[in-house]
């Protein structure tokens, strides 16, 4: 439930609204991350933390954080060639 939230595009108060908007989100995710990691049995938890201590470092593709960055590189620039085109924001 927490998840479809949080992929929702209907909050509990809508996201326009100035700083009320993401300041709902802000909280409730959070609260229902702690509510959710509550419902874990304690000796599975300890055994998840034991595990991930064990683990050094994290997994890197170089391969992955290139065709990330060329992803968002080509959003920038087709969303900057999309506002000088179609939204006439020079003159």
């Known amino acids: 439930m ?3 939230y949080a992929l929702s595009p209907i909050g509990i108060i809508p996201d326009f609204i100035a700083v009320f908007g993401y300041l709902d989100d802000l909280v409730i995710l959070p ?17 998840f933390w ?6 050094h470092g994290h997994p890197q593709s170089e391969a992955g954080v290139i065709a ?8 920038a620039l087709l ?4 506002a000088l085109k179609y939204l006439n924001w020079v003159g």
């Open 50 to 55: 034991t595990q991930a201590a064990r683990q």
């Open 68 to 75: 990330i960055t060329a992803i968002w590189s080509a959003g």
């Open 31 to 47: 609260v229902g991350v702690l509510r959710a990691g509550r419902l874990i049995p304690p000796p599975l938890m300890s055994q």
């Open 2 to 4: 927490l998840a479809t």
């Open 79 to 82: 969303s900057g060639w999309f």
